[in-house]
């Protein structure tokens, strides 16, 4: 069946986060993904960590960060996000370093990226699913050009 397949899903979560990035502010909190939608989101997410290929499509981090939080400002997209494990894959994406540069490598966060991961996780923070994955967290936090060894814990 063709709403099965690999390619239809990656059209489905690369139409919605297309649309997300097309949706007024004020309008984004009434924004509802299907679940199946969201679950894809997450796994490309998890490839775009990963560096894996899916679909024969190879996803990019600052693709994926800025629409999976503006996701978030709708309550149900947040419970299918934190029950597909975005929580785990944002904290993952949260203590890689930054890349200051325009494309980010594989292992690193895109610059900007982390506003986003934050923004996300607090709009799920309140979750089980999303508090199981904060849960003994350690972030590093120091300006790039100094390195002073401080952590933001959960």
């Known amino acids: ?7 239809w899903r990656v059209m489905s979560a690369e139409s919605a986060m297309i649309v997300t990035r097309l949706t007024p502010a004020d309008q984004r909190s009434a924004l509802k993904l299907e679940g199946h939608v969201v679950n894809t989101i997450v796994h490309c ?7 894996e290929l899916w679909a024969s499509f190879a996803w990019r981090l600052w693709e994926l960060l800025e629409p999976i939080s503006w996701l978030t400002e709708n309550a149900e997209n947040c419970q299918a996000l934190a029950a597909g494990g975005a929580c785990k894959e944002l904290v993952r994406v ?13 292992g690193f ?17 309140a979750l089980p ?9 350690l972030i590093p936090v120091a300006p790039p050009e100094v390195d002073v060894g401080g952590c933001l814990a959960w």
């Not at 069946?1 to 390619?7: I, Q, R, T, V, Y």
């Not at 997410?45 to 560096?51: E, F, M, P, Q, T």
């Not at 949260?94 to 980010?104: A, H």
């Not at 699913?129 to 967290?137: E, M, N, S």
């Open 1 to 7: 069946e063709l709403w099965a397949s690999d390619g």
């Open 45 to 51: 997410l998890r490839c775009a960590i990963d560096g």
């Open 94 to 106: 949260l203590v890689m370093p930054e890349w200051d540069g325009d494309m980010s490598p594989r």
């Open 109 to 125: 966060s895109p610059r900007g990226g982390r506003v986003h991961c934050v923004q996300a996780l607090a709009n799920m923070a």
């Open 129 to 137: 699913a999303c508090l199981a994955a904060l849960q003994g967290v």
